[in-house]
């Protein structure tokens, strides 16, 4: 039943997070605010009172300062997560880079071969970055066949400069290629629990209802409404933070992008241009 809500949530636009997650805030200061016209007719009833302000806002300054120590380290976890996408985009662009140069240091078939592949791996990896929800599957088993092409490419290149001894960088550029397409794939598995995030939405509808009960008055209730609307807002940033796929706030593929532009206007063609002799059996 947990993990079927979880799922559900994880597939819901952000958007509806945050107006379900605003009217549970909502819902949740109205109910306090029920519970303080019932106490204060108890107590008009009764005349005794529950508490003081002065330990209602005891109570409330505790409240809010724990929520905040909370949601702040859970948004540090997030941009962590995010920073740590970025970068990772820039280090896939590097390395595929880096192979794609040295592939043209190699002789035929396999610097063509190697290209073909390395420009449409990187294609692939760009639509994957902000493809749907239901197109992940299919682009992820395109990545994987692709990455297998790549790697027995390279393992046929490499028997052919297995005595050079440019093949050892040649080879570690390739396997940079197949180690950030693993890197690249856990950072995208890697979030804020899920449990962090549900107690954190259950914190903001309890404080919600704090803020309820506490605050009086118009101008006082207004408040409160703004800062609880402050609150979920936070919240929901944290949760499109952890949406790398279909979250408003994603990593930018510029780096992959301004690669397919330069592999695309430097094809092996390109890099002929200065060769008077050429040989099968050398690089």
Known sequence: ??????????????????????????????????????????????????????????????????????????????????????????????????????????AEPHRARLSKLLVEYTDNRIVLATAQRTDVPRLLADNDRMLTDFWAATAAAFDSIADLDFSSSFLESASNVVENDAARKAARLAHVPTAVLVLLAVYVVVTAGVLGYVLTGFRGRLAGGFLITLLTLALVLIIDLERPTSGSIRESQAPMELLRVSMKIQPPEVFDRYRTIRSENRP
């Open 1 to 106: 039943m947990y993990m079927s809500i979880v799922d559900w949530m994880g597939q819901i636009p952000t958007w509806l997070v945050a107006v379900l997650m605003l009217a549970a805030a909502l819902g949740g200061g109205f109910v306090g605010r029920a519970l303080r016209s019932r106490s204060d007719r108890r107590e008009a009833e009764t005349g005794s009172g529950f508490a003081s302000d002065g330990q209602e806002g005891y109570i409330v300054s505790g409240v809010l300062g724990l929520l905040a120590l909370m949601m702040g380290f859970s948004l540090a976890m997030a941009v962590d997560r995010f920073e740590a996408r970025r970068l990772l985009v820039l280090d896939d662009a590097k390395a595929i880079s880096t192979i794609y140069l040295r592939s043209q240091l190699l």
